[in-house]
């Protein structure tokens, strides 16, 4: 069984992926967009791999336009999923998985990883489905469109037939004297980058603007540095951007988040194993 994941933009596509990837058979490999950046033309994106934590940009701006990068595809996401195939990993997520189907050979490994053993979850845009329309023929796929319902709905849906194995979980706060960063304001930057604007974010998060406000104003009294540059409405629409130095923020705690998982994750597995996998009948609690 495949999951194929679609929804417009910031409506949770890669956080539902990540959490389903949660209950699916380890390990994961695979790739995901990170919004890494924003230019007058729109955001910008890298590809990570799943494996490694290696990132490639996807986009180059030129003359104030965005451009795809065709060696990222060569460079970073030909090589994640070949290695996902050679080393027959039982779970694979592509997310915008449209970003790599109009390459040949990444389509074409997708094709074969749909076609093979592995647990296959992509993510992608309306747009993207005729495209990757040719993955699914004579496969089983489970699609959830988030435009049609909500994220927790989903998990909901989903929980009913994929109980969470047993697994370590870690969540990665930043302190002072109290805390200072963590999932919740690294989520608001994220979407005022996407979007271009804290209105949007707050709106995609389902917080009020107020909320959205204090917990910026409390960010750049924390850290002593503005977090938005501020653009005031015009032809064109007013906006707002991330500071560089809230990209630099963004950048390393999602460095530390990925380091803490993965020591996570390793040291789960050399304390417990398959110690709590199935049920032992003889097992008193």
């Known amino acids: 069984m495949h999951y194929l994941i ?6 949770g596509k890669t956080t539902l992926a990540l959490w389903l990837c949660g209950r699916l058979p380890r390990p994961m490999a695979g790739l995901r967009t990170l919004c890494t950046g924003r230019c007058a033309a729109g955001p910008r994106f890298s590809l990570q791999d799943l494996a490694t934590g290696r990132q490639e940009p996807l986009d180059r701006e030129t003359a104030g336009q965005l451009s795809p990068r065709p060696e990222a595809m060569e460079a970073l ?3 994640a999923l070949q290695d996902a195939a050679r080393q027959e990993t ?13 390459d040949p050979v990444c389509r074409q490994l997708l094709a ?11 993510t992608a845009g309306p747009g993207d489905l005729p495209l990757l329309a040719p993955l699914w023929d004579g496969n089983a796929v489970t699609r959830i469109d988030l435009d049609a319902v909500s994220l927790d709905r989903a998990q909901e849906t989903l929980a009913q037939t ?8 870690v969540s990665v706060r930043l302190f002072r004297e109290e805390k200072c ?19 949007k974010a707050a709106a995609a998060m389902g917080m009020a603007y107020s909320k959205a406000w204090k917990m910026l ?13 501020r653009h005031p409405g015009g032809v ?11 990209w630099e923020l963004v950048a390393r705690y999602r460095a530390l988040r990925w380091d803490c998982d993965r020591a996570a994750q390793a040291a789960f597995d050399r304390h417990f194993g398959s110690f709590g996998v199935g049920t032992d009948a003889d097992t008193e609690i």
């Open 236 to 246: 064109g629409g007013g906006g707002s951007l991330l500071t560089p130095r809230a």
């Open 162 to 169: 994929l109980p969470a194995p047993l697994h370590a979980g």
């Open 112 to 122: 074969a990883l749909a076609g093979g053993a592995a647990t296959l979850v992509v």
């Open 181 to 199: 960063f963590g999932a919740g304001p690294l989520q608001l930057l994220e979407l005022v980058g996407r979007t271009g604007s804290l209105h």
């Open 217 to 229: 104003g409390a960010l750049e009294a924390q850290w002593g540095f503005a977090m938005l540059q």
């Open 6 to 11: 679609t929804g417009g933009a910031c409506r």
């Open 77 to 79: 996401a030909v090589p």
């Open 90 to 102: 039982p779970t694979v997520l592509v997310d915008e998985a449209g970003r790599l189907a109009g």
